[in-house]
């Protein structure tokens, strides 16, 4: 057996090593290896025997077998303890606990209680489709129903899987397991059984990946041995204290800068499908490089932890020049982008003890630190390679980013409602943004092709070239298919099949979306990201924290920004523009007034997908473009000062930044239901010049509360002439239920401001 087969084999392995655990939920009876075993044996014509053994190491211990011991190995690693057996009954009757139930974070210390309220998922497929929400243990009755329901459609695709190339039947398996096991516990023998199957597998593999790469049979049984006396607290001999405390393992950290101002430097028409395909160029990079990186290591997608948001980690063994990697790395970029992109690569070493509970977030913590430092010296280990200062001589400018075109090959003049100079460049991100829309297949293939224009120019770089299309044909050297937004991917055919979540909604100009708002003729920005998402990676899950909790975290945080923010945003979808939304964060464009709403839904979702844990929140920052034909990128800037100066800026954050003010969400309710009694008043018709009123109500109020204090402002009858103008005025206009309206506005007084703005734009007409 060569050793490229043998690395592929191992992959598939250690990939289904546990599968006997889904197999058992849906009733079949035996141990779970004897399971893993029995389903290589039945769907993949017994390709490996690995499985089946990974309980009865001992028997083992002393002779080769370094198959065996690399799996049993990575698959405690992974678990961040040795396995145990767990009861077939057990399972049967234990829904995945939701990781966000653990969650807990105070002044950015872990407290011992729990964090949210405990909430659990059934085994249900991974789709876009499928909007749950976690709930108590108790709703969700016959569990046994939904594994088999779930277990035979797995089994059947697994059939139809092409098992010629292992390659590709790797790499679709693993997606067919993100599909149908995310929601399944990996262990029922635990308290909390919080880790998906498929993040545990998929950590087992990349783990197995580097020991096979840099471990020998000496060392695998001072490891196996060394972990096993560690946690039954008895004494290590010298060999097993070095094995468990050397590094072995590398975690590499990549993280891309220049986002903001590459995305946001947009400075002409069509600038929404501009940016849109500038935000999705972004996202596939980040993967380009990633994979990449993959390559060089000779590593698999398991190994990739995270990507989004211009940042990956990858699991890699130890005895890679970093160091080389980033020059190579940061050539490339330069030579396309000029500077204005940099890709920040750090790594630190992890030994086996670094996989205990509590260990792996340290760790991660210091590669953040590292890649934070990192960014400061930007190219510094390309500078006697390039000159950042030599002069350029351009030909034109694009009209679109402002950056200089420097030969007439790459000058586009297009007539629209006047004649627009845009740069190859700028031009290919607007098609790409097309493609990502009328396309639903993306062909990732090798390539070293050099006459490649457009958006491609980049990946052709880093040796990959990617296409759309509608239909699968008979391409050459292909990585990998994917099918956008919908997991239902598998087909008989050669090749690496898998799916992607885009945030995707119908194609929009700014004008049009000013044109379909009420009201004031304006369209605006949204932008919002989980607030404290680097405590809660780092120390929210506390002393349990693992690799494998790590990644089911990531891949939850993942399938609501990038699949259920696409639910979320279709009943919105003829009012705004997706831009972006994946990691932790969005951004997107729309007519001003379903902006708030969309931002409150948006919330909700987030809260009852997290679980409604306190330490789990989102804040969000809006911005409403002061004139139609204003910039998107400054709009965007406001929208992101909205969300960092303002929304971030509350104690607790956990707030919303709209018409220039932040307000917590709970309060955000009662300004939306006083800004709806106002309005109805209007629709009844009292005049809009209570408005102004109020305005003046407010001025008053606010006055007062700046020199004595809000308390007194708002209950001290000595300092409250706002009070009585405000009764005054009401008495003055013919409306129903004014005592109500009056105890409203009084309970409200410090957000009438917002109210009466919200519903003057409401009200304009227009010329």
Not at 578 to 592: E, H, L, N, T
């Amino acid at each position: 057996m060569g050793r490229d087969q043998e690395i592929w084999l191992l992959r598939i392995a250690s990939i289904l090593h546990d599968i006997g655990k889904f197999w058992q939920g849906a009733g079949e009876g035996g141990v779970h290896q004897d399971l893993s075993q029995k389903f290589i044996n039945t769907y993949l014509e017994g390709i490996t025997t690995l499985p089946g053994s990974h309980h009865d190491y001992e028997k083992y211990m002393g002779r080769e077998y370094k198959f065996l011991k690399i799996l049993v190995a990575a698959d405690w690693l992974a678990a961040g303890e040795r396995t145990k057996e767990e009861e077939e009954r057990k399972r049967k009757e234990t829904p995945m606990l939701s990781i966000f139930s653990k969650i807990k974070i105070v002044d950015e210390k872990i407290e011992d209680e729990k964090g949210g309220n405990n909430r659990y998922i059934p085994p249900l497929s991974y789709s876009v489709e499928n909007i749950f929400y976690p709930t108590e243990k108790d709703k969700i009755k016959d569990l046994e129903s939904y594994y088999k329901n779930l277990w035979n459609v797995f089994c059947k695709e697994v059939k139809n899987l092409n098992k010629k190339d292992l390659n590709a039947l790797f790499i679709s398996l693993y997606y067919l397991l993100q599909k149908y096991t995310s929601f399944i516990p990996s262990a029922v023998y635990k308290s909390k059984p919080d880790i998906s199957l498929f993040d545990h597998s998929k950590m087992s593999c990349a783990i197995a990946d580097c020991l096979y790469k840099n471990a020998d049979i000496k060392y695998l049984d001072n490891l196996l041995s060394g972990l096993k006396k560690s946690e039954e607290k008895e004494e290590l001999n010298d060999e097993e204290k070095k094995v468990l405390e050397n590094g072995k393992f590398l975690l590499i950290g990549g993280d891309i800068s220049g986002i903001q101002k590459f995305i946001y430097t947009i400075i002409s028409k069509r600038a929404a499908k501009g940016l849109k395909g500038r935000s999705f160029y972004l996202e596939l990079l980040d993967e380009i490089i990633a994979f990449y990186i993959l390559d060089k290591l000779d590593l698999s997608i398991a190994n990739l932890i995270y990507c989004a948001g211009g940042h990956f980690y990858i699991l890699a063994p130890t005895g890679i020049n970093i160091d080389e990697l980033r020059k190579d790395i940061s050539l490339k970029l330069f030579e396309v982008h000029k500077g204005r992109l940099y890709l920040a690569i750090e790594s630190v070493e992890l030994s086996p003890l670094d996989f205990r509970p509590g260990n792996f977030p340290k760790k991660l913590k210091e590669l953040s630190d590292l890649l934070g430092k990192r960014k400061k010296k930007r190219f510094e280990e390309i500078m006697e390679e390039i000159n950042l200062f030599e002069p350029v001589e351009a030909i034109d400018i694009c009209q679109v980013c402002g950056e200089p075109i420097t030969s007439s090959g790459d000058k586009i003049l297009e007539e629209e409602e006047e004649k627009i100079v845009k740069c190859k460049i700028c031009k290919g991100f607007e098609e790409l943004a097309d493609e990502i829309r009328k396309k639903y297949l993306i062909i990732m293939k090798k390539s070293k092709e050099d006459k490649i224009e457009g958006w491609n120019i980049p990946f052709i770089k880093f040796g990959y070239k990617l296409a759309f299309s509608n239909s699968i044909e008979n391409f050459e050297n292909v990585k990998i298919i994917y099918k956008i937004n919908d997991t239902n991917f598998v087909e008989d055919i050669p090749y690496p099949l898998g799916y992607k979540f885009y945030l995707i909604t119908p194609s929009q100009e700014l004008e049009k979306l000013a044109e379909n708002a009420e009201g004031l003729e304006r369209w605006g920005v949204i932008r919002g990201d989980v607030d404290n998402l680097g405590l809660i990676f780092s120390k929210g899950l506390g002393k349990d924290a693992t690799i494998s909790g790590i990644s089911t975290l990531s891949s939850m945080l993942s399938f609501f920004f990038k699949g259920w923010m696409n639910k979320i945003c279709e009943e919105y979808k003829n009012k705004i523009y997706g831009i972006y939304s994946g990691g932790d964060d969005f951004f997107i464009v729309g007519s001003w007034d379903v902006l708030p709403k969309l931002a409150e839904k948006i919330y909700e979702e987030f809260r009852k997908f997290t679980c409604e844990n306190p330490y789990i929140t989102l804040s969000v920052g809006i911005s409403i473009a002061p004139s139609v034909k204003y910039p998107i990128y400054r709009t965007a800037d406001m929208a992101g000062e909205e969300l960092e100066r303002k929304a971030k800026n509350i104690k607790g954050k956990d707030a919303i930044a709209f018409l220039g003010k932040a307000i917590k969400w709970d309060d955000f309710k009662k300004v939306k239901e006083l800004k709806d009694e106002i309005f109805k008043k209007l629709e009844n018709g009292v005049s809009k010049g209570l408005l102004h009123k109020l305005y003046g109500i407010y001025d008053i109020y606010k006055e007062t509360a700046n020199k004595k204090g809000e308390k007194l402002a708002k209950y001290d009858g000595r300092y409250g002439r706002w009070r009585w103008l405000l009764a005054y005025t009401l008495a003055r206009e013919k409306i129903k239920d004014k005592e109500e309206f009056k105890r409203k506005i009084r309970e409200n007084i410090d957000y009438l401001d917002i109210a009466v703005r919200w519903c003057e734009y409401l009200k304009r007409e227009r010329r």
